[in-house]
């Protein structure tokens, strides 16, 4: 019988001043050679558990502890990290921060710890390069670690705990900044250092992800371990798992449809998904409806819009776009495309060195960015840079208040922003109160209550468990309702075949694409697979050799919101 | 990439020519001296792998600075008493001119000392070479971390900025910038803060509190010479500063 590497008895944990516990009555034991998932809601505990499995207990957090805990035959809670590093390492879920400050290039910061740890040169070369060429960030081994982008840094800080090579690597939301083709990418890595005898153990929420590479998964609810089984067994019953997988969600709507062969289970990867599809049946044509009424005017003119920034790098090249009333754009691109970039040019922060853009037909090259917020605004990927107010109620009267409004208009609109994103329980929390997921919402209210005739979103689902999802999609189609039009800049596929019409994607400062989701050509759907990837219904029609336009494919291929 | 003579110098080798060359041009007081150590400082750069550089920052820094100084002392030098030129009926003065040539003298071999150590040395290599003589890892940390911090704040300064012009935030008047204090500074200090707790555990998890003899993966070669070379120059220094007390050097 093996020896588990990881045990857990009866483990509780309380923050100080918390009333309630983080971690309540917990037990299981984890094998060596294994990837373990931690899934369940925000705030359920999954964190709290890594941080525990760590050693950071009571080091950097303080508590009360009840239970034990071993973990490669040490106790975490009576050792400090140092003690336990040869041993188990995590790597935490805000990438930028766990970036020593101290190491001038990304090859030094990989290679950090072993340097203190006193490691021989030539091994640390050795194991630097490998875990660089796993993470795929060689061609950036001399850039500074601040220069890199959060796709970029997540896979340096990944590259650093991979590079310590300890019996027991902890991840705490691995994937939320990177890109389709490396979320997969560390999938493979995680699976074959697992192959070859280290223990994983992942906190996350992209359960289509945890159901292709995980071996077990440990579902949390308020702080209790609710199941502990194989993927499958808690993936494909909606009663157990605290969210559905996108492969979940579309074998049941296929099952629904009467195009799922019968002899095959559930699918929770999406190789099971495109095995199970009944491409025999026959199917009634199916026409995909938009989000809103067809736009009876322009927002946004993109018009021939190239940039270089000041290094001489140049971004954007003769980009034309045109964002119509009530649109909702996925817009798409691996990392360093430009879409940041393009995004920027929205409302004015970046002024096009040649071409124009215009807002409701006027050239807005000389007019202020925040003169243009009742126009278009833009909630940014890291909210900590935009949340200052005492309350999340006055953070988001800020932006009404800036537009010089009447009082009853800014509390009208701060009270709907409030209510669309499920936040008027807690409008006189202070925003750093509340879990770092409902932080995101808050940004979100925030940019909502300018009510801008175009809101942008900068990877809105990043860290977000299903439910805050749900509130995201509930403020988004507000806005729809009110044709604003919505643009999101995600690597969450799904989410944006789900919730936007139309795909632009950017390659290499152009716009590759500019189209309907349900009218994408073959050589249209190769070109975005190749670039970033494809929501689960397109990749089964692809992998299943379906015409686009076939009714199958049409299918396959409808909004989440409307299966 | 290409490295010169002075590049490859022990960083505390080159931190002691340009500490001596300050300390025996303010030291000595003496013009001569100053001159023979301004063409000493300002032949260094020929020994650097790029001089072409450090001689456009030395042109770029001190040519602003002299004309600042020979206007201002042209002006205002309380000596003044043998004008030289007359300008649209502004006298410029012998006095003036000479003093401040030699205060010109003496900030360009103060300065051009200093630019050829920190534009061939990087931080690393400087801290390093400070640790291996001894010096704490929480000052080479709090050394590097500073150096770091700069551009890292710039760029979260800069993201700040954007983040609240998309809410409306406009920045005109004197009102609307006193008004923009707390939107912009509120996230920075907040974010700074939470992230000394985040980076705290960063580098736990990066063995920085390890207490064995870190790995340096640079090696940087000190040699007997260089040794006797920096002893050598500190000693000049002295004697040098010495001299000028006990009254036996002139002006």
Request: hydrophobic fraction near 50%; aromatic fraction near 4%.
């Amino acid at each position: 019988m093996t020896t588990p590497i990881i045990s857990v008895d009866q483990l509780s944990f309380n923050y100080r001043r918390q009333a309630k516990p983080a971690i309540a009555n917990v037990s299981f034991t984890l094998n060596p050679g294994s990837v373990t998932a931690i899934i369940g809601k925000a705030e359920a505990g999954k964190s709290t558990l890594c941080a525990l499995l760590a050693g950071f207990m009571p080091q950097f957090f303080r508590g009360k502890t009840n239970g034990s805990l071993q973990v490669a035959g040490r106790d975490p809670l009576n050792s400090s990290i140092i003690e336990m590093l040869p041993h188990v390492t995590m790597v935490t879920s805000q990438a930028s921060t766990q970036i020593s400050g101290v190491c001038f290039s990304v090859a030094e910061e990989v290679g950090f710890a072993l340097q203190n740890l006193s490691f021989p040169i030539a091994e640390i070369t050795q194991r630097v390069q490998r875990a660089m060429e796993l993470m795929e960030i060689t061609h950036l081994a001399e850039r500074s670690p601040f220069q890199l982008s959060g796709g970029q840094q997540q896979r340096l800080v990944i590259a650093a705990a991979l590079a310590l090579s300890p019996p027991v690597l902890i991840l705490d939301e691995p994937t939320a900044q990177l890109d389709p083709p490396a979320v997969a990418a560390l999938g493979v890595t995680l699976r074959n250092l697992a192959h070859d005898g280290q223990t994983i153990v992942v906190a996350e929420h992209h359960l289509d992800w945890v159901g292709a590479y995980a071996d077990r998964i440990l579902l949390l609810r308020d702080g209790q371990l609710i199941a502990d089984d194989a993927p499958r067994a808690i993936l494909a019953d909606e009663s157990r798992a605290d969210g559905r997988p996108y492969c979940v969600r579309i074998s049941h709507y296929a099952q629904r449809h009467g195009v799922w062969l019968a002899e095959h289970p559930t699918a929770i990867t999406p190789a099971e998904l495109s095995a199970g599809i009944d491409t025999t049946a026959a199917v009634a044509e199916v026409t995909r409806p938009l989000s809103t009424a067809p736009a009876t005017s322009t927002i946004l003119d993109i018009e021939n819009v190239s940039f270089t920034y000041p290094n001489g790098v140049a971004v954007l090249h003769g980009v034309n776009l045109h964002i119509a009333q009530g649109a909702r754009i996925a817009l798409l691109g691996r990392n360093g495309a430009g879409k940041s970039t393009l995004l920027r040019h929205f409302n004015g922060l970046l002024r096009p060195q040649q071409g124009r853009v215009k807002l409701h037909g006027r050239d807005i090259k000389t007019i202020a960015p925040g003169a243009l917020a009742a126009q278009a605004s833009i909630v940014f990927q890291d909210v900590r840079n935009q949340l200052f107010a005492a309350t999340i109620r006055a953070e988001v009267a800020f932006g009404p208040s800036m537009l010089k409004l009447s009082a009853t208009e800014v509390t009208r609109r701060v009270d709907t922003a409030l209510a669309i994103c499920g936040l008027t329980a807690l409008a006189d929390t202070h925003p750093y109160d509340v879990p770092v997921a409902q932080r995101r919402l808050v940004a979100t209210a925030a940019i909502m209550a300018l009510e801008s005739d175009l809101i942008a979103l900068d990877e809105p689902t990043a860290g977000l468990d299903e439910a805050n999802i749900t509130q995201l999609v509930v403020a988004m189609n507000h806005a729809s309702e009110h044709e604003r039009a919505v643009v999101l800049v995600s690597h969450d596929l799904d989410f944006c075949a789900a919730h936007t019409d139309r795909v632009v994607l950017i390659q290499a400062g152009v716009v590759a694409i500019d189209a309907r989701w349900d009218e994408l050509t073959s050589t249209q759907l190769s070109l975005l697979q190749h670039e970033v990837g494809l929501p689960l219904g397109q990749a089964t029609c692809v992998d299943r050799a379906l015409a686009p336009q076939s009714a199958l494919a049409r299918l396959l291929c409808q909004p989440l919101a409307l299966r | 990439m290409a490295s010169g003579w002075f590049d490859r110098l022990h960083p505390l080798t080159k931190f002691t020519w340009a500490l001596s060359l300050a300390l025996i041009t303010y030291g000595a007081a003496n013009t001569p001296i100053t001159l023979v150590l301004l063409v000493l400082a300002l032949l260094t750069p020929i020994t650097v792998a790029q001089p072409r550089a450090l001689y456009g920052a030395l042109w770029a820094i001190f040519l602003p600075i002299g004309i600042s100084l020979f206007i201002i002392q042209g002006l205002l030098f309380p000596g003044n008493a043998s004008g030289s030129l007359t300008f649209y009926g502004v006298t410029i003065y012998t006095e003036a001119l000479s003093n401040a040539g030699v205060l010109l003298a003496r900030i360009m071999t103060l300065g051009s000392g200093l630019l050829c150590v920190i534009l061939t040395t990087t931080p690393a290599r400087l801290t390093q070479a400070l640790a291996e003589r001894g010096m704490p890892r929480s000052i080479e940390y709090i050394l590097l971390m500073a150096l770091q911090i700069i551009p890292d704040m710039r760029a979260r300064a800069a993201a700040i900025l954007e983040a609240q012009q998309s809410r409306g935030l406009v920045i005109k008047s004197i009102v609307s910038r006193v008004q923009a204090l707390l939107p912009l500074i509120g996230p920075l200090v907040v974010g700074a803060l939470v992230d000394i707790e985040e980076r705290a555990m960063a580098l736990e998890l990066r063995a920085f509190a390890a207490t064995s003899l870190p790995t340096r993966m640079a090696v940087i070669v000190d040699s007997r010479a260089q040794r006797i070379a920096r002893t050598a120059l500190l000693l000049c220094a002295v004697l040098i500063i010495g001299l000028r007390i006990a009254g036996r050097l002139p002006s």
